[in-house]
């Protein structure tokens, strides 16, 4: 009986509280229901805005290289220019928008011999997409636009980085060029241990075995001693 009339007692409590706080607990929760609304709305509208940007960004780069193989110099540099005027807005985007966009703008730069600004758009790239399969392309093209510009010890780091991906598609290939750069460098040492980690890994690939000349290259000429 007791415990009936604790429960009595408390719903009445509970129902009083309810009747005085009316309009503060509609408001409380109105306010809950609009920061619902408004959290479903900006995810929906956030990946709609998403989808429409990164259409934007395949249709400059469809423009670009549509019967571009029958286009003379100067109407392929007049594209060029035209695409990176369109794409301005894209590359300081976050997510997989701002790398494509970016990497559009450095394959374009590339071509255009302008390796520091490709460089500049690959770091863009990997800085977007640390734990993003991207990450390591663009730090292999980074290593290839370093070593254009002479930047040896940039292009060690850079090539370093890709080949320590596991999942990175071009690993055999990033290692081989971290191997190469390394000799540019002067680092023999350095480089026979590249080129023996890739024979370790697999060893009949292509690079494996192109590694493993340079290696004997470099025994022959007494630079891993």
């Known amino acids: ?6 429960e009595v007692t408390t719903g ?13 607990l509609i408001v409380l929760l109105a306010c ?18 998403k989808v429409k940007n990164l259409a934007a960004v395949e249709n400059i780069s469809y423009e670009l290289t549509k019967d571009s193989a029958y286009l003379e110099t100067a ?7 035209d695409a990176f005027e ?4 894209y ?8 790398v494509r966009a970016n990497m559009l703008c450095a394959e374009l730069a590339y071509q255009q011999e302008k390796y520091e600004d490709a460089a500049d758009y690959w770091k863009a790239v990997a800085k977007k997409s ?32 890709a080949s320590d991906d596991e999942n990175f598609t071009l690993r055999d290939h990033a290692t081989f060029s971290y191997g190469r750069a390394l000799e540019a460098k002067g680092d023999f040492k350095a480089a026979a241990e590249a080129y023996n980690s890739l024979n370790d890994r697999n060893p ?3 690079w494996a075995k192109l590694a493993k000349t340079r290696v004997l290259i470099l025994q022959v000429e007494g630079k891993t001693e």
């Open 1 to 6: 009986m007791t415990d009936q009339k604790n």
């Open 12 to 24: 009445k409590k509970a129902e009083r509280f309810i009747t005085n706080n009316k309009t503060i």
């Open 86 to 89: 369109k794409l301005t807005p």
């Open 91 to 98: 590359v300081k985007k976050s997510g997989i928008v701002g």
């Open 75 to 81: 109407e392929l540099e007049s594209r060029r220019a």
């Open 130 to 161: 640390k734990n993003n399969y991207t990450a390591p392309i663009a730090n292999f093209n980074l290593g290839v636009c370093y070593e254009q510009l002479g930047k040896i010890d940039e292009a060690c780091e850079a090539y370093k980085k």
């Open 204 to 206: 009949n690939n292509t």
């Open 32 to 49: 809950i229901i609009c920061c619902l609304v408004g959290f479903i709305l900006g995810n929906y509208i956030g990946s709609k805005i």
